[in-house]
């Protein structure tokens, strides 16, 4: 999936520069085009300075705001289709907060600079990272901070060339597909390889701390990747640290959000569980968390696409050929049971198969998702 574009939005017809707008300078940053990478295009308009300015008494309602805004309805359904990760949806809302108070702000004529909204997000495998990322995306550009709101998902092959001079027009050519959006870094910390100093990957971060400096009214960039392996990236990056302003944790899931998952990804797909389905799903959810390469919630997606498998062979080979809606949409526990997790020999290292090696269990692209 790397290189992709996901979630594009039609782009909104830009009102003017909103950093020559708020006249804001970066300290310590290089000014004029000779170090500026990418060429300044026209940025969103977060302060909504197009409309009218307020006299000093007005009162603006943030409730009508919010809801013209549309940030309820993103917020409600980030809720109602995300399990869990209240700690991401609570940090969410709080950035949805702040760029309706700044963009209320603007409208009295305050300005100050856009805020910094580059992120990290850490977290073991299937933990939702990449989910969030595309909401984040589509929030970012109902609130007018982004004017495109699409996401584009690299990781270090779609950056660093293999050769002198290849990387900084590739990983040029990335940011400028991402201007107006979300660019979204997976497994960030593979940009930065301590063993080789004349390794091309500083040659990108540069690249991008630039970028991220001088365009940040215009790219939110998301680093995402696990928690030690970014503390490292961080230890050794000092200058990509400071610029990232929001670093978000996503926890692995109880088991009982786990379950909540696999019904809410069984139901997206047309099936429910049958009652003894459910006490299966309980057992096969505890002894997978406890197997090696559990991925969270890319496991339970896994399992279920198993289990339509099982359910459809259950179905075609049986005895009696006949079927009604029911049968077709209900996943018996059968089809859980014969999974190899229940097997006396859960294969040589328990993972389940399509889960094996860490290219699966970190999402390169072989799985949806
Ligand atoms: N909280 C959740 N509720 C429902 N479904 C979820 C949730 N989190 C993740 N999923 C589903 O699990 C799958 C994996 O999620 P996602 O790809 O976002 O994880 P990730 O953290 O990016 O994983 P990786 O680290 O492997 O890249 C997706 O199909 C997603 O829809
Ligand atoms: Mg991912």
């Known amino acids: 999936m790397s290189g992709a574009e996901r979630g594009a939005q039609p782009a909104r017809e830009p009102t003017s520069g909103s950093a020559a707008r708020r006249g804001f300078a970066m300290p310590g940053t290089r000014s004029g085009p000779a170090a500026d990478p990418l060429p300044r295009g026209p940025a969103a308009d977060p302060g909504g300075a197009g409309a009218p300015r307020l006299p000093p008494d007005a009162v603006v309602d943030l409730a009508a705001e919010r809801g013209a805004a549309g940030v309820d309805e993103v ?111 997976d497994e960030a910390y593979y940009l930065h390889k301590a063993e080789n100093e004349r390794d091309y990957g500083s040659e990108s971060i540069e690249i991008l701390l630039q970028v991220m400096e001088n365009h940040r009214d215009d790219l939110v960039v998301i680093l995402a990747g696990y928690a030690a392996e970014m503390d490292v990236f961080f230890r050794s990056n000092p200058g990509m640290s400071s610029r990232i302003a929001h670093h978000i944790t996503f926890p692995d899931y109880t088991a009982d959000e786990l379950e909540q998952i696999a019904d809410r990804i069984a139901d997206q797909l047309g099936y429910a569980f049958a009652p003894q389905a459910r006490l299966a799903l309980r057992d096969y959810l505890e002894r997978r968390m406890a197997r090696p390469r559990f991925a969270n919630a890319r496991s339970v997606r896994n399992a279920v696409e198993r289990a339509r498998l099982r359910q459809a062979r259950r179905l075609v080979d049986g005895a009696d050929p006949h079927v009604d809606r029911g049968a077709l949409t209900t996943i018996e526990a059968a089809d859980l049971l014969s999974s190899r997790v229940f097997g006396p020999d859960p294969g040589a290292d328990g993972a389940e198969p399509g889960e094996r090696g860490t290219a699966d269990a970190y999402g390169s692209g072989t799985m949806p998702g």
């Open 75 to 185: 917020l409600a359904a980030l809720d109602a289709e995300l399990v869990g990760l209240a700690p991401v949806k609570a940090r969410i809302a709080e950035i949805a907060a702040l760029l309706l108070v700044d963009r209320t702000r603007a409208r009295f004529g305050i300005t100050t600079a856009p805020p910094n909204l580059h992120m990290c997000f850490t977290g073991g495998p299937g933990t939702g990272k990449t989910t969030v990322a595309l909401r984040m995306a589509g929030l970012l550009h109902r609130l007018g901070y982004l004017r495109r709101g699409h996401l584009i998902t690299v990781t270090r092959d779609d950056l660093v060339g293999q050769y002198v001079g290849h990387t900084a027009p590739k990983t040029r050519e990335v940011l400028k597909r991402a201007m107006g959006g979300v660019l979204f870094i």
